[in-house]
C-alpha cells in the first residue's frame, strides 16, 4: 500500500537537496517532484549551521568537481542572491603567511587559483596586508578579492519557496525509514507514509550512507560526523576585522583551519576547528549518541585515519578544550585578540565522507545506482556551489532516472 505516488523523490532538505530539486522543477516542470526532510524546516543542519562564505575556488584541485562547480557557483550564488534580495556581499578575504614554511604554499594556492580561473588574485607584504586589514600581521598575504558571504539558511528557504512555485512539493517533519525497491518501482516508507516513486535522489547529508544502505546499495565510504566549533568576538572588538581573515591550510586536510569571518549580519566569529562528533548531529560535547559512535569506531577506515592524523586529532581536541589554546591559534593571524575578546559561538556538524583505507574523500562524489542516485560527499564548497551541483546532477542523471 503506498499513500502516494511521484515522478522523483528527493531525501533531504539541505541546499544540496533543495538546489537539486529547484533544477528538476526547472528542467522538467511536467515531473511530480517531492522532497521530504526530517525536521519541521529547511537547512535545519549543514546548510545552518555554517561559515556563510560564497569560496571562490581558490583551494581546490584543477580540473576537479569543487574547483569547477564552486568557481561557477560562487558567480551563481551571488546572482541568485541579487535576483531574489537576499543579503550577501563580496568582500573579498585575505590568506595569511604567518611562518617561512607556508610562504610556498601560498604561492602554489595563487598558482591553483589562477588555474582555476580566478582573477585579481596578488600576494602582498605586510604594510599592503595592515591597509587592507589593519589588525592582521603576516609575513605575505595572498588577497582573494572575489570570495564573499550570505546566509544559507535564508538562501535553502528561497530554494524551497522556487520549488513550491515551480509545482514542487517540499514536505517536511517526515522521516524516511525504509526503501524497497523492484524492477518498475521504487518504495520510499517514511513517517507520513509511503510513497511509490519512479526515481530517488539521497540527499541525506550526515545520514546519505546510511540511506544508500536502507536503498540496498554499498556505499564503500563511511560518513564520519566532524563537529566545527566557532567563538563569537565580543561587539565592541568586532572592529579587529573587516571582512575575511584565514590561515595557509595544511593541503593534507579538507578544512581551512580556524579563521575570521564577519557574518553578513556583522557579527564576526572566529573558527569552526574540525574535532570528531561523538553523535551524527552532535553539536556539543555533551552530544553521545552510542549507535553513531559505534558506526564509527567499527569501521577499519576510521582507524587508518587515526593512525595517519593522530597528532592532528588531538591538536583539534586540545583546542577544543582549551579556549587559550584557541585563542594561540588565533593569534598567530590577529595578535591583538584575547581571551576576553571571545565568547562560545555556535557549532556545525561536517558530514565527511571515509573510505576503507582511511583517506578523507577529497571531491564531491554522486553515485547512480539504477534509478537511484546517492550524493554521498558534498562538503564545503558545497552550499557556494548548490546551484551547480544541482544542474550538473540533472543534467548528467537525468536520462538514468527516466526524467528526461
Ligand atoms: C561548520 C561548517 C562550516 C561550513 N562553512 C561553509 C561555508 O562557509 N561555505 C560553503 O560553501 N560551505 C560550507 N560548509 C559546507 C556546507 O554547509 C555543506 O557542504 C552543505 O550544507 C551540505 O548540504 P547538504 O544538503 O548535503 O546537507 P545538510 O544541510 O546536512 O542536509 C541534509 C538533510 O537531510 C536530512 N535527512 C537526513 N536523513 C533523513 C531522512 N532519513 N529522512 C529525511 N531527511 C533526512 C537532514 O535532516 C538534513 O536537513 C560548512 C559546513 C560546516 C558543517
New binding site residues.
Given amino acids: 500500500m503506498t499513500d502516494s505516488r511521484c515522478d522523483v523523490l528527493i531525501?533531504?532538505?539541505?541546499?544540496?537537496?533543495?538546489?537539486v530539486a529547484l533544477e528538476i522543477t526547472r528542467q522538467f516542470p511536467r515531473r511530480r517532484l517531492l522532497l521530504?526532510?526530517?525536521?519541521d524546516q529547511?537547512?535545519?543542519?549543514?546548510?545552518?549551521?555554517?561559515?556563510?562564505?560564497?569560496?571562490s575556488g581558490v583551494y581546490y584541485k584543477p580540473g576537479s568537481l569543487k574547483a569547477r562547480l564552486?568557481v561557477a557557483?560562487a558567480a551563481a550564488m551571488v546572482e541568485f542572491c541579487q535576483t531574489h534580495g537576499i543579503p550577501h556581499t563580496v568582500c573579498g578575504k585575505v590568506i595569511v603567511a604567518t611562518r617561512d614554511d607556508e610562504l610556498s604554499r601560498l604561492e602554489d594556492l595563487r598558482k591553483r587559483g589562477e588555474a582555476n580561473g580566478l582573477t585579481g588574485l596578488r600576494l602582498v607584504g605586510p604594510d599592503e596586508l595592515k591597509e587592507i586589514e589593519p589588525h592582521a600581521t603576516g609575513l605575505q598575504a595572498l588577497i582573494v578579492p572575489s570570495t564573499g558571504?550570505t546566509d544559507?539558511a535564508v538562501v535553502?528557504q528561497k530554494y524551497a519557496e522556487l520549488i513550491t512555485a515551480n509545482g514542487g512539493k517540499v514536505l517536511t517533519g517526515?522521516?524516511?525509514?525504509a526503501i524497497r525497491r523492484s524492477e518498475s518501482e521504487i518504495v520510499v516508507e517514511?513517517?507520513s507514509g509511503a510513497f511509490a516513486v519512479s526515481a530517488l535522489i539521497n540527499?541525506?547529508?550526515?545520514?546519505?550512507d546510511?540511506?544508500a544502505r536502507?536503498a540496498g546499495d554499498d556505499p564503500g565510504i563511511k560518513i564520519i560526523p566532524?563537529?566545527?566549533e566557532?567563538y563569537d568576538l565580543v561587539p565592541e572588538r568586532g572592529s579587529l576585522v573587516r571582512a575575511l581573515i584565514y590561515p595557509v591550510p595544511d593541503p593534507r586536510f579538507p578544512f581551512l583551519g580556524v579563521h575570521f569571518?564577519r557574518r553578513i549580519g556583522g557579527k564576526v566569529d572566529a573558527?569552526?576547528n574540525a574535532v570528531f562528533a561523538l553523535a551524527r548531529?552532535g553539536y556539543r560535547h555533551s552530544d553521545i549518541n552510542g549507535g553513531d559512535l559505534l558506526d564509527s569506531v567499527t569501521y577499519g577506515g576510521f582507524w587508518r585515519m587515526a593512525g595517519k592524523y593522530w597528532r592532528n586529532g588531538v591538536g583539534e581536541w586540545h583546542r577544543s578544550l582549551s579556549k587559550a589554546a584557541f585563542v594561540r591559534a588565533l593569534q598567530r593571524l590577529l595578535p591583538e585578540v584575547k581571551e576576553s575578546d571571545l565568547v562560545p559561538g555556535g557549532?556545525?556538524?561536517?558530514?565527511q565522507a571515509l573510505k576503507p583505507d582511511g583517506a578523507l574523500v577529497d571531491d564531491f562524489q554522486f553515485v547512480p545506482s539504477g534509478k537511484v542516485l546517492h550524493?554521498l560527499n558534498?562538503?564545503?564548497?558545497?552550499?557556494?556551489?548548490?546551484l551547480m551541483i544541482g544542474k550538473t546532477i540533472v543534467d548528467t542523471a537525468a536520462a538514468g532516472l527516466g526524467l528526461a
Fill in positions: 531525501i533531504g532538505g539541505g541546499v544540496v537537496g533543495l538546489a521530504i526532510e526530517k525536521e529547511v537547512a535545519r543542519h549543514q546548510s545552518g549551521h555554517n561559515s556563510g562564505v560564497i569560496h564552486c557557483g558571504t544559507y535553502c517526515t522521516s524516511a525509514t517514511t513517517s540527499c541525506a547529508g550526515l545520514y546519505s546510511r540511506i536502507m566532524f563537529r566545527g566557532y569571518t573558527g569552526p548531529e557549532s556545525g556538524v561536517r558530514a550524493v558534498v562538503p564545503s564548497p558545497a552550499a557556494t556551489a548548490s
